[in-house]
C-alpha cells in the first residue's frame, strides 16, 4: 500500500502535494505532545523577536513545512532527474560554485533541516559528481526508494561511519562536492558542544574538519519553497567568516543561525536539535 501510495503521490501536481503536506503538518503537531513540546521550545529558545502576530505566522509556517517536507518527497525522488532539477526556479550564489570549480577546489555544501534540502543536492548532481552522507531511514520499506531517489547520475551515497567519512575524503581529493547535514546530532566522540541560537548544541566536527582541509571550500545551500507549489529558489552562500576565540564548531552553528532567521518559517523547528547523545558528556 506504501508503495503504491508513493508511486500515485509522484504524479501529482506539486501544489497538491504541498496542500496535503499541510493538513499532515497539523494532523502532526495535533496528535504528538512531544512535536509540539519540540516546536514550541525551539522556537522560544530562538528568540525570533517580532511582535506576538509575528511568532503565530512562524509557528504557523513552521508546522505546514514540516508536513510539506515528507509530502514533496514522493516528487524528488520517484519523477525523472530532469523534472526535478526544473522545479528550481531560480538560483542565486552560483558564481561561488563556479569559481571553486575553476580553482580546482573540492566543495563541501552544508544543507540544514531547513527548506527543501532534497532537492539541493539534486541540483547539485546535474552539473558536477556529488557524494552525500546518508543514514538509512527507520521504516524500512522506504529505504529503495530513499536510495534510488537520491542516487541520481553523478551522485554516491556515503554511510554515516568511517567507511563514509573516507568516500568524502576520496571525493574532495577528487576535487567534486559532497554534501552534508551540518546540523544533525552527531554521535558520541563525534561533536562538541557548541552555542546554537544561545543554547549547547552537539554539534558535529566532521564538516569544520573536512572545511577546514587545503584546497576546499565550504558552501551553504538553502532550498527555498515557493508559496501555492510553484517551485524553489536556491542560494548557495560562503560559510560565515571566523571570529577571534570562536570555535569552529561554533562559527558553523552561528551561520546556520543567520540564514534560518532570514526564512524561520522553513526550518524544522520540531528536530530534538538539543538533544545529549547516548554516552555524551553534558554540557559544562
Known amino acids: ?25 497539523w494532523l502532526m503537531y495535533l496528535v504528538s ?41 514522493p516528487a524528488l525522488w520517484l519523477r525523472p532527474h530532469a523534472a526535478v532539477v526544473e522545479l528550481v526556479r531560480e538560483v ?19 544543507t540544514p533541516h531547513h527548506g527543501c534540502f532534497e532537492i539541493s543536492a539534486q541540483y547539485g548532481a546535474a552539473h558536477f559528481p556529488m557524494t552525500i552522507m546518508y543514514r538509512p531511514p527507520k521504516l524500512a520499506w522506504l529505504e529503495p526508494y530513499m536510495r534510488a531517489g537520491r542516487e541520481r547520475p553523478g551522485v554516491r551515497l556515503a554511510t554515516a561511519d568511517r567507511s563514509g567519512v573516507r568516500d568524502l575524503l576520496a571525493a574532495l581529493k577528487r576535487h567534486e562536492a559532497i554534501g552534508i547535514l551540518p546540523d544533525q546530532v552527531p554521535g558520541k566522540g563525534e561533536g562538541e558542544w557548541a552555542e546554537f541560537f544561545g543554547q549547547p548544541a552537539y554539534t558535529m566536527t566532521l564538516a569544520p574538519r573536512l572545511a577546514a582541509r587545503d ?33 569552529e564548531a561554533r562559527r558553523l552553528n552561528r551561520t546556520l543561525e543567520d540564514l534560518i532567521r532570514e526564512c524561520p518559517g522553513q526550518y524544522l523547528w520540531g528536530y530534538n536539535r538539543y538533544k545529549t547523545p547516548a554516552g555524551a558528556s553534558d554540557p559544562e
Open 33 to 73: 505532545p512531544r512535536y509540539r513540546s519540540h516546536l514550541a521550545e525551539n522556537l522560544a529558545i530562538a528568540g525570533l523577536g517580532g511582535d506576538a502576530a509575528v511568532r503565530r505566522a512562524v509557528r504557523r509556517e513552521a508546522i505546514a513545512s514540516a508536513g510539506c517536507l515528507l509530502t514533496e518527497l
Open 1 to 25: 500500500m506504501s508503495r503504491a501510495l508513493m508511486r500515485f503521490a509522484a504524479c501529482l501536481p506539486l501544489v497538491v502535494l504541498h496542500a496535503a503536506g499541510w493538513l499532515l503538518g
Open 92 to 110: 542565486t550564489g552560483w558564481e561561488l560554485v563556479t569559481s571553486a570549480q575553476a580553482a580546482g577546489q573540492g566543495i563541501v555544501f552544508l
Open 215 to 247: 584546497n576546499v571550500v565550504c558552501l551553504v545551500a538553502f532550498a527555498r519553497r515557493l508559496s501555492w507549489g510553484r517551485g524553489y529558489t536556491l542560494s548557495i552562500r560562503a560559510l560565515g567568516e571566523a571570529r577571534a576565540g570562536e570555535s
